[in-house]
């Protein structure tokens, strides 16, 4: 094996998939993509990384509520372009041309486009590691949608698609949640 920089090595375990976590503060909505999620137990409590350098920060933070949006393959451009503009002064809806859905439990809008969304309630904040914790109030996936694979992201500006689904439930059954 060849060594490699520690201060690369996150790219070897770079969470996915990437999401759009959309937020509404009162008057505008706003999309943001993050790479940085995890999944912290089998209840629906998820934990995203994001802090005061992104515009959609003030918003999550004063509304305490947010939409997870999953988007796949086919929308890498947008995820790119969302990705490295600022809300600030960028109506992303619009210039992306996406639809905004309105949400049953949080102002912060759907997203159409996206094999999937998570309406989410903000039940913590850890400002020493900028990890927001929220918990799914609702979920909504789109089974019609014909592309249904989703990207990681490495770190380094490229991306992993989703590939073969590999199935050992029987296997794992002791394991798995009830209902799931």
């Known amino acids: 094996m060849e060594k490699m920089n520690i201060s690369k090595a996150f790219t070897l375990i770079e ?16 999309i943001m993509t993050l790479s940085w999620t995890m999944v ?21 933070s004063k509304s305490r509520a947010c939409v ?3 988007p796949t393959v086919d929308l890498i451009d947008h995820v790119v372009g ?3 503009c600022s809300g600030a002064d960028t109506n992303k809806f619009a210039t992306f041309g996406l639809t905004p859905v309105k949400g049953k439990h949080v ?6 486009e996206c094999v999937a969304n998570i309406e989410c309630k903000v039940i913590d904040i850890v400002e020493k590691y900028n990890i927001v914790v929220l918990e799914g109030i609702a979920a909504y996936f789109d ?6 694979r989703t990207l990681h992201a490495v770190g380094d500006g490229t991306f992993i698609v989703d590939g073969r689904r590999l199935d050992r439930r029987k296997m794992m059954q002791s394991k798995i949640p009830d209902g799931v």
């Open 82 to 84: 969302i990705g490295t």
């Open 40 to 60: 912290v137990d089998f209840t629906p409590i998820i934990a995203i990384t994001t802090g005061p350098w992104n515009y959609s920060y003030a918003a999550l």
């Open 15 to 30: 969470s996915g998939p990437i999401v759009f976590v959309t937020t509404n503060e009162g008057e505008k909505n706003n």
């Open 143 to 148: 089974s019609s949608r014909k592309e249904q």
């Open 68 to 70: 997870i949006s999953i």
């Open 107 to 112: 102002r912060a809008p759907l997203i159409k």
